[in-house]
């Protein structure tokens, strides 16, 4: 049997079907019922799983915000602290340089009663711009502001000392 000789068997034996077949029982009821379970069973489990997705969502977006809101405090308060430490250095820089500036000039008229307070002076400048470098790095580091203030008024008591010794006012 070739090809050709089975597709017309083949279509004679469909031909020859009833066109139209009843069931032997009545399946209309059986239907009716599944599909009123399977509606049952999709408005219950969908609607549980968007209330309990909507409430997942909200939990999520509260745990992102807390742990992103503290990252943000956290950094802004870094921020707010550098830029504090920052304002620090400059105001006792310049109020340094100031106080140092007019101690300079009241006293310029004065003798030094020592040749090489000028190399001190400078070696101290010298400590000071280390410290701000180091300050750059670490501007929140107390030990270092004060190491600062210390090579300051080091630098003062050198220009006192050096214009106005001790023996000499007693």
Known sequence: MNQHEFEQQLQRQVDALPKDTQPSRDLWRGIEHALNDNQAERISPNH?????ATAASVCLL????WFGGNHYIDQRAQELA?????QLIS?????????KDSLLVALKGK???TDNWQQ???ELEDAAQAIKDALEHDPTNPTLLKM???????QIQLIE?????KLIQI
Request: aromatic residues 8%; proline residues 7%; without cysteine.
């Open 161 to 165: 000392r050096v214009h106005a010794p």
């Open 91 to 99: 105001a006792m820089s310049d109020n340094h340089q100031l106080q």
């Open 82 to 86: 550098l830029a504090q430490s920052q």
């Open 48 to 52: 549980q799983p968007r209330w309990l």
């Open 148 to 154: 600062l203030q210390g090579v300051y008024q080091q």
């Open 120 to 122: 001190q002076l400078d």
């Open 111 to 113: 003798p030094a009663f």
């Open 62 to 65: 509260a745990v992102l915000s």
